[in-house]
């Protein structure tokens, strides 16, 4: 085997750090103006570069959506996953859903532009994109599946829960973060720290607490 | 006092059934669209008039998309209040909360529309409406917030949950199941009370839920 050519992977390096300014800056002039009425002059333009150059990395304004997006849900899944080999495999199953969700919320409320672009213009897109994406935003979705599976299969979460409604809801309340999330006051750990002391013990203090089933039923 | 005028009585109810028609194809295409490519032609044909008769009720798109908007929280909050009404007032304040997120899913749910369109549409309107808007919708996150407080006063959330991320985090919940909901599988009402079981209890079957402070401290 030959040794890397330095200077193609310079190159490729560079490229690659050109396309994540491109799709920051895109994710930002999405989120403001959403799919229809943003341009790609100005996307080039707020990533400090010439039109022609963007076309250099992304064919066309429904391509270079579609890469925003897809980068979303790929960076997220990235730092969900990150979160979770850390805790490095002896944890219960509850911990790894809360590791998870500790990852993906870091990564979403950082770089919220691109959950709150995909959000607005994902019904924009034309169909096939939206049913690409939507597919990947699925596989995601059954990352999480499989955590929920494994904490009800070490008797972690009731009978009485669905199981999808119950990952839905959650991830609705993570998803909704970037639209109302006030840095000052709590960081994107303590904000999951919430959500993890609701799934462990509920709201209640201990003495109120009740056996479910007498406190749930109607 | 005169009797009301039995003339003009019916042709305001008419002129208000006629708006709600009007606000309804309203939401159904700004959710499709956003509010940028909207059409108010398009709008018209969808709520079966012509585009002059709509100018009747609302000057603008502007005009229209800001009344979808304040419509929708206005619905939802009104299907909060209504549900928590009818609880008769002998409640706990949990039980108080859940009536009120069980009313006001079920008019997202079932006009999922006019939220999903606010999502869409709420950063590419002008920054007057904007702010008037976002202006109605803390309004009834303070109805919610008076509601937790009173939870806690009663002893009910314990003082190591923040009110305001607690609140939040399940109203995200609750916001982002139009996305995702699936009729077919579960009611709003059943949808609800996954979250009731999980704000008293807990996911966790009993023998299994510690003293909070040892299962959450890191």
Chains 1, 2 share one sequence.
Do not use: C
């Not at 396309?19 to 999405?30: D, E």
């Not at 973060?177 to 006030?182: H, K, R, V």
């Amino acid at each position: 085997m030959e040794a890397p050519n330095p200077v193609s992977e310079n190159s490729d390096s560079k490229s690659s750090r050109t396309r994540q300014r491109i799709l920051k800056a895109a994710a930002g002039i999405f989120r403001q103006q959403g799919y229809t009425s943003a341009s790609l002059r100005e996307i080039a333009e707020s990533a400090g570069m010439q039109a022609g150059s963007l076309y250099y990395h992304f064919d066309s304004k429904e391509d270079l959506a579609e890469a925003v997006m897809d980068e979303g849900v790929a960076a997220a899944r990235r730092s969900a996953e990150q979160a979770l080999a850390a805790l490095g495999g002896g944890e219960d199953a509850l911990s790894a859903i809360e590791a998870a969700f500790r990852g993906h919320l870091a990564y979403l409320l950082e770089e919220s532009d691109f959950a709150v672009a995909t959000l607005r213009m994902l019904h924009q897109t034309p169909e096939a994109i939206r049913k690409r994406h939507t597919r990947k935003q699925r596989q995601f979705g059954q990352f999480y599946a499989g955590l929920f599976k494994q904490a009800r299969r070490d008797g972690l979460i009731r009978d009485d829960f669905d199981l999808s409604a119950l990952r839905m809801l959650l991830l609705g309340a993570l998803n909704w973060s970037p639209e109302w999330f006030d840095e000052g006051r709590l960081t994107a750990e303590q904000l999951v720290h919430q959500l993890s002391m609701m799934m462990r013990n509920g709201l209640m203090p201990p003495r109120l607490r009740v056996v479910p089933g007498a406190a749930t039923a109607r």
